[in-house]
């Protein structure tokens, strides 16, 4: 994915100045998923690598990537607790997700419903392995 975001920064960089601070100003995303156990400032979190592909590049505020905890105590109650929050936000209007060897989607293992709910979920051994080039 770093490549996209990469590319997203470019895109965003290359807007006029006044376009660009009006955009960033308004930005509001949810990644996907974060380990469990790690935390934002653990160099292999999600949310350490969405500072360094998007946060920082861009300069974003605090808190305009947002991330489930992976440190929290209780992983389920977080990830319902995080599905609210999407919920509450309106929604995701755009999702770029990337797609598994074994057919996963975003970290949605298969089998697994287009209607499932935000979980804490086991990678499959061969998607940590994918995941970890």
């Known amino acids: 994915m770093e490549p996209v975001y990469g590319a997203l920064v470019d895109q ?15 930005w509001s995303s949810f ?17 350490a690598s969405m500072e360094r592909c998007l946060g920082a590049p861009l300069g974003l505020a605090p808190g305009r990537l947002r991330l489930p905890d992976g440190l929290a105590p209780d992983p ?11 919920a509450a936000a309106g929604g995701l209007g ?15 293992e298969p089998p697994c419903p287009p209607g499932a709910p935000t979980r804490c979920l086991e990678l499959d051994h061969g998607t940590r392995r994918q995941n970890t080039c």
Request: aromatic letters at 6%.
């Open 31 to 47: 990644n996907l998923d974060e380990y469990v156990g790690l935390g934002p400032d653990d160099p292999e979190s999600f949310a």
């Open 94 to 108: 755009l999702q770029v997700l990337g797609l598994g060897n074994n057919g996963h989607v975003g970290f949605n």
């Open 76 to 86: 389920q109650r977080e990830a319902r607790r995080y599905g609210q929050a999407i």
């Open 12 to 26: 965003l960089q290359a807007l006029p100045n006044q376009e660009r601070r009006e955009l960033l100003a308004r």
